[in-house]
Every structure is written in structure tokens, then in C-alpha cells.
């Protein structure tokens, strides 16, 4: 039974939490910042197109798929074994927080 990975322990799924929590907003005020010139800042124009929000909106998806593939892959040549179950967990995690991250992206005044 050498072949059985052993579970993450509590402080090191709070650990991999918190490295989550920091990495998802630096990378999210880094894209802010990266896309501040794209798309209007006030959403309620009589004539706002979707245009420039669309593409601001996939600067953000693409920039935050490459972020997050270049740590899932860096991360599972760095971490020790028993902590890379972890990393999947999070990397889903991360793909939902690029829909949940659009709110703020767009609520923000740049």
C-alpha cells in the first residue's frame, strides 16, 4: 500500500486557502490594472455598446487562464508530493472565480 497518497492536512489545505485567497487578488488588481483602458467605466449609457465590454471581458478570461494554468503548472513542479492533490481542487476553484471576478471587474471605476 506504499502507492496510497496520503490526505493534505487541515493546516496545509488552510495554507494552500490563503495562497489562493492572495494569488487570486493580485491577479485580479494586476488584470484590473492591465485592462483599465478597455470598456466603459460607466455601464448605463444611452449609447454603450457591448463592443468594448466584450473585449475587456476576454482580455480579463484569457489573461486569468494563462495566470492560472502557468501556477498550476509551476506548482506541480515545485510542491511535494503529498500536497499536489491539492492542486486541482484549486485550479477548478480558480477557472469559477474568472466568471465571479467579471462583477468587481466591472463595478470598479477605473
Known amino acids: 500500500m506504499a502507492d496510497v497518497a496520503k490526505k493534505s492536512s487541515k493546516m496545509a489545505l488552510l495554507a494552500g486557502l490563503a495562497w489562493f485567497i492572495a494569488f487570486e487578488t493580485v491577479a485580479f488588481y494586476g488584470l484590473r490594472y492591465l485592462t483599465s483602458g478597455l470598456g466603459e ?12 465590454n466584450w473585449l475587456k471581458t476576454m482580455v480579463f478570461f484569457v489573461a486569468h487562464l494563462a495566470l ?11 510542491l511535494p508530493r ?29
Open 41 to 52: 467605466s460607466n455601464q448605463n449609457q444611452p449609447e454603450n455598446t457591448i463592443v468594448s
Open 68 to 78: 492560472i494554468i502557468a501556477a498550476m503548472l509551476v506548482l506541480s513542479n515545485r
Open 82 to 110: 503529498h500536497h499536489r492533490g491539492q492542486i486541482m481542487g484549486w485550479f477548478y476553484l480558480a477557472l469559477v472565480m474568472s466568471f465571479v471576478l467579471i462583477i468587481p471587474l466591472f463595478g470598479t471605476t477605473d
